[in-house]
């Protein structure tokens, strides 16, 4: 099983606008993620991969990991570490056979079946969410529950990422309930802080 880092944080410029996906970048990493994923929904593929290959430099000179939310294109033009991929994106087998094996591939989940399938084609974390109800993501669906939380996390032998209105005030309950780590948008990128509040939740998650 590949060695998975803890904490997630999903850069997002339409939340908010008063950080590029290059400046959450650092202060994420300086807060003490390990992994950065680049997930934009709109603009060019040009300016994507430009972005993506500037967030890359940054990690790996701060020692983290670029995942791609998505885009699969977009994370081998870049040089990605890998890419996260929902059940409706490009087919997550397919993409390990593009990408090979040593890069990372996330698979998102919401119910037992999907992240059953996740299992199946070859992810090496499951992204499962969301926990709680979120206003970060438009298509998020019901909230599942610290349940399905726990019943992923012991049936299926991947590490588990828990998205879905996660905050520092709920990251232990969910590491509790089995996860492996937690994945935020709006808890990092919305905040006064966001450096701070990245390190207050690696505190929580590991306390």
Do not use: W
């Not at 290059?22 to 993620?33: C, M, P, R, V, Y």
């Not at 974390?125 to 529950?145: N, Q, R």
């Amino acid at each position: 099983m590949r060695d998975i880092d803890r904490l997630h944080v999903l850069t997002d410029t339409e939340l908010q606008s008063r950080y590029s996906h290059e400046e959450l970048t650092e202060l994420a990493i300086a807060g003490g993620a390990g992994v950065i994923q680049f997930r934009q929904k709109h603009g060019s593929t040009r300016q994507m991969i430009e972005t993506a290959r500037h967030m890359q430099a940054i990690c790996r000179r701060r020692n983290a990991k670029l995942i791609i939310n998505d885009r699969l294109d977009v994370a081998l033009a870049a040089g990605a570490d890998g890419v996260h991929l929902g059940q409706d994106d490009f087919p997550m087998a397919l993409a390990r056979q593009i990408l090979g094996p040593d890069k990372i591939i996330g698979g998102s989940a919401s119910t037992m079946e999907e992240a059953g399938l996740c299992l199946a084609e070859g992810v090496d974390y499951i992204g499962l969410g969301p926990v709680f109800p979120t206003t970060s993501k438009d298509d998020a669906g019901p909230a599942g529950g610290l349940e399905l939380v726990r019943r992923v996390s012991r049936e299926f032998g991947l590490p588990v990422i828990a998205i879905g209105g996660i905050d520092a005030a709920r990251a232990s309950e969910v590491i509790r309930a089995g996860a492996h780590g937690m994945a935020v948008i709006s808890a990092v990128c919305c905040q006064a802080d966001p450096q701070a509040a990245a390190a207050e939740l690696l505190l929580a998650m590991l306390g």
